[in-house]
């Protein structure tokens, strides 16, 4: 785990993982294709100990990834602003990894299930409308490093 500088606001590895798979988007975070940095806001969902998203099948974060398949994640959860402080509170977690593309139908479906059920848990037609979009492109973060942080 990298060294944060306020280490009173450091979460355990299980809390980061909550806040993590509990946030609402990601930002994921890369090497652009053309050498400069890219970042990109997801929707996303955790399998494991790794994060799966979807896109198009082409595009400039795919060049980017291809090119160099190593990601920093970030995502903010319970965010408020405490005007009277001057401060914001929240939650957040940062990922380092690799990513993947997934190329296995197996694993493509699953883990385009877990992000329907992330973001649609009540519809049950998740995997007739994943059906219909056999282009979509799936990839998989294997998470190597993880962190929390709370600000109340």
Request: charged share 25%; net charge negative; glycine share 6%.
């Amino acid at each position: 785990m990298r060294k944060m500088r306020r280490s009173d606001r450091a979460t355990t590895v299980e809390k980061a993982w909550e806040i993590l798979e509990n946030a609402e988007y990601m930002t994921l975070s890369m090497m652009g294709a053309e050498g400069v940095p890219y970042g990109v806001t997801l929707s996303f969902a955790r399998v494991g100990e790794s994060l799966y998203f979807h896109c198009a099948s082409e595009g400039y974060k795919l060049d980017s990834l291809r090119q160099n398949p190593a990601v920093c994640v970030t995502a903010v959860r319970q965010q408020r602003t405490k005007a009277e402080e001057f401060t914001v509170a929240f939650e957040s977690a940062v990922a380092f990894g690799k990513a993947f593309e997934v190329t296995e139908q197996t694993e493509k479906e699953a883990g385009l299930l877990a992000i329907c059920k992330k973001y649609a848990p009540e519809n049950t037609g998740a995997a007739a409308y994943i059906a219909q979009y056999p282009q979509v492109s799936v990839w998989r973060i294997d998470v190597s490093d993880l962190s929390g942080k709370i600000h109340d």
